[in-house]
């Protein structure tokens, strides 16, 4: 008994010592960044811009503090960046990093290499392109008082038009062979707010194409089961304009390769609730409604189409076709398949489901 007693003894003790080795980190002493941005300098340099809150001030006061440094590294920004402030600066709580357009367009690789794969760094980061400057997106972002990026790429995310993203399946599309990475866009509107705008798709560590609303709320439908992307249709009757809309529920991809004639066949299968169709239609009778679904599966079909030789025409694969065939065919190579990927054929089968209407007219 007496020994059980001096084996929990020293068991507490070593407890306590680790609790009292532990490193305090009071939060009013740190400058913590939430949003990080990289740029290209003229001179090859890289432009790192930080949001952070300044939480020594008073609630008066412009609490969102913005701060910029250049450096040769994107290792040496935290370093420089504290000699601006009164307070250490710390990168663990960063919820969105943000490249610039141009630094995008030229290559990521050596920041993703070292910086993002930051071990300091946590995992629930989303990773995000601009149009303009990452300096300029988040000097006008600073204007709305606000640290909330993450939560509105977040909240386009689970009920809007984007597919689901994080850090995990950017590194996994990043550096794996059979897809390319794709992340959310970020612009500067008209009333000088920063919004989404669609997703960003890179080819190895380059920008390479951006997909707008319409065409990010198809890929969705194909990458992603629970999209609830919006997809609107314009008609025309009698010289007069109309609109059908509709809202994704769920939907269900089923890829088939055929090796021998190297193809593919795409069935997609959706259910979706009808938001808003033209007077002239009464979603109560049967017949009207198999008419709009009729519309909706001929527009789907025919956008689709085009989106899909898109990346066959820019060489981009987001979808990761080159994974799906490899999962298919035991002799698949990366090299020659992407070599034929922009002519292979993919055969698309679009079946719509209405669940639900009669919300609008």
Request: charged share 25%.
């Amino acid at each position: 008994m007496k020994r059980w007693r001096h084996v929990f003894f020293i068991f507490l003790v070593c407890i306590l010592c680790l609790f009292g080795c532990a490193r305090t980190r009071i939060i009013d002493k740190l400058s913590i960044i939430h949003v990080f941005g990289f740029d290209l300098a003229d001179n090859g340099d890289l432009v790192g811009t930080a949001l952070f809150p300044e939480y020594t001030k008073s609630k008066s006061d412009d609490q969102i503090q913005y701060i910029a440094e250049q450096a040769p590294t994107g290792v040496l920004f935290v370093p420089r960046m504290s000699e601006q402030t009164s307070t250490p600066v710390e990168i663990a709580k960063i919820r969105v990093l943000l490249f610039g357009k141009d630094y995008a367009e030229a290559g990521i690789k050596d920041m993703v290499n070292r910086f993002i794969l930051n071990p300091q760094l946590g995992t629930n980061i989303q990773i995000a392109a601009s149009t303009h400057s990452a300096r300029e997106t988040l000097s006008t972002f600073k204007n709305e008082k606000s640290l909330t990026l993450a939560d509105r790429i977040q909240q386009n995310i689970q009920g809007q038009t984007l597919p689901r993203l994080n850090l995990h399946i950017f590194l996994n599309n990043f550096y794996g062979e059979g897809g390319d990475a794709y992340v959310p866009m970020l612009t500067i509107d008209e009333n000088n707010k920063v919004k989404v705008d669609g997703i960003g798709v890179f080819k190895d560590d380059k920008l390479k194409l951006h997909l707008n609303e319409k065409q990010t709320a198809l890929f969705s439908y194909i990458k992603d089961r629970r999209s609830q992307a919006t997809y609107k249709i314009s008609l025309k009757d009698n010289d007069r304009a109309e609109i059908i809309t509709v809202r994704n529920f769920r939907s269900k991809s089923n890829w088939d390769w055929n090796h021998n004639k190297e193809q593919l066949s795409l069935r997609l299968q959706l259910q979706m609730t009808l938001t808003q169709f033209p007077d002239r239609f009464n979603a109560e009778k049967a017949g009207d409604v198999m008419e709009i679904k009729k519309l909706i599966v001929e527009n789907l079909k025919r956008e689709m189409e085009d989106l899909l030789t898109t990346f066959q025409e820019n060489e981009v694969d987001p979808l990761g076709i080159g994974n799906i065939v490899r999962s298919k065919d035991k002799t698949w190579k990366v090299e020659s398949f992407y070599k034929k990927y922009p002519s292979i054929p993919i055969n698309l089968d679009v079946n719509v489901k209405i669940i639900h209407s009669g919300l609008g007219s």
